[in-house]
């Protein structure tokens, strides 16, 4: 108000919408745009920079492939997980939605030695919980993730394979780099198409709207309807079963 500002456009994901809408309620001309790498945000099929993020990834992937395998390593990296996993040909991949077992795990590495592939790349997703933890109580369950001695889920899942293998393990964590670089094109074109949308709700004063993509088509909702909700991963959405189908295993079966 004291710039004498027309509306403020928040670009962010689940916790910069959540305040986004709280300004709303207090009379403020506000239009969210949904940018997040993880892809997260209850209301829209996508965010922009979560893409980007997964081709940084993707690339990580790609770069290990090769010393994987001559050196005949597992190798445990961290990202964005699902779509960075498939692309990039990961043979475990490990969500928090799916919790995982470690015997699952490494009796999906076994196969693959077992096979004459002497390599196994897993990835890893930030929140990845073994089952004995996630079927916890919540509040014993926060309690255990909390007091977690472990810096990552990579690091701890290194440390538990050594006890089922001699296999030299190790980890690469990709980090801060999924958020840097160049957007890529899917990236650019899509946030063109927001910023468009976001002009034309101030243009007809329809404040309050988060801007999203649904149906491979750019709208809007109230930002209340997305405030404070997260959007998961399901275990019955068809990405996982075909990711299944192409071999990978999510250490839960």
Request: charged letters at 25%; aromatic letters at 6%.
């Amino acid at each position: 108000k004291k710039l004498k500002l027309d509306c403020l456009c928040v670009l962010g994901g689940n916790g910069s919408q959540k305040t986004a809408n709280l300004l709303s309620e207090e009379g403020l001309n506000v239009i969210g745009l949904p940018k997040t790498i993880d892809n997260d945000l209850w209301g829209t099929d996508m965010t922009f920079g979560f893409q980007s993020a997964v081709d940084i990834a993707t690339q990580t992937i790609d770069c290990i492939h090769t010393t994987a395998a001559s050196h005949n390593r597992i190798f445990i990296v961290g990202w964005i997980t699902l779509h960075a996993g498939i692309a990039g040909g990961a043979d475990v991949i490990l969500l928090p939605e799916i919790p995982y077992d470690i015997d699952k795990v490494y009796k999906a590495i076994d196969k693959r030695t077992k096979d004459n592939k002497g390599f196994t790349i897993v990835a890893v997703a930030e929140g990845a919980i073994p089952k004995e933890i996630a079927e916890l109580p919540k509040k014993k369950r926060k309690e255990a993730i909390a007091n977690n001695p472990y810096p990552s889920v990579a690091y701890e899942l290194a440390d538990k394979l050594k006890a089922y293998t001699t296999q030299d393990i190790r980890i690469a964590i990709p980090g801060h780099t999924q958020r840097g670089g160049s957007p890529d094109a899917y990236d650019r074109v899509i946030s063109s198409r927001f910023g468009a949308k976001a002009a034309e709700l101030i243009k007809a004063k329809d404040f309050g709207k988060l801007v999203v993509f649904l149906d491979n088509k750019v709208t809007a909702i109230p930002l209340s309807e997305s405030a404070g909700k997260l959007k998961y991963v399901s275990p019955d959405d068809d990405i996982i079963s075909e990711a299944r189908t192409l071999g990978i295993s999510f250490g839960d079966r």
